[in-house]
């Protein structure tokens, strides 16, 4: 009966600032609630993440061993990120479709999508449909897409 009941990898998944991880929320309860030393983590994350502007959010995938050890996979920052720097806005508007709250070019458009075309699971899309994607998600930030 034990064997069935074979403990299994966990995943976490959270937003850290890029070279900013530190042992505390959220980073220290997620991992600590597992069993792994968070600091541990935070050393190799800061490392790896090191090439990346401070304080981007970085989403985080991390696979908890039943051993405790852990690996991790690091993704592109939120597309609503990336256009809202893109745009120099603060934040979304409360009203998409009925403001507008900044414009961007089409290219700029394109420019994020190449960056969102770096992650794993996007990686069998077209750059186009990437690209649509990201003009969906200016749209819902009242951002307007000129050619």
């Known amino acids: 009966m034990s064997k069935a009941l074979k403990a299994k990898d966990q995943l976490v998944r959270i937003l850290v600032p890029a070279g900013k991880a530190a042992p505390t929320p959220p980073v220290g309860p997620a991992l600590g609630a597992r069993g792994v030393k968070s600091m541990d983590f935070c050393k190799e994350f800061n490392a790896r993440t090191a090439h990346i502007e401070p304080g981007v959010p970085t989403p985080t995938l991390i696979t908890v061993e039943p ?3 852990f690996s991790f996979i690091t ?3 939120p ?3 990336l256009l809202k720097k893109t745009a120099g806005i603060e934040k979304g508007t409360g009203r998409p479709g009925h403001e507008v709250t900044g414009t961007i070019s089409l290219k700029h458009a394109y420019e994020v999508a190449k960056i969102k075309a770096k992650d794993a699971h996007l990686k069998h899309l077209k750059l186009e ?4 994607t990201v003009i969906g998600t200016a749209r819902s930030l009242g951002l307007q897409v000129v050619p």
């Open 75 to 77: 993704k592109t920052p």
């Open 129 to 132: 449909s990437i690209a649509s």
């Open 67 to 69: 051993d405790r050890t």
């Open 79 to 81: 597309t609503t990120y």
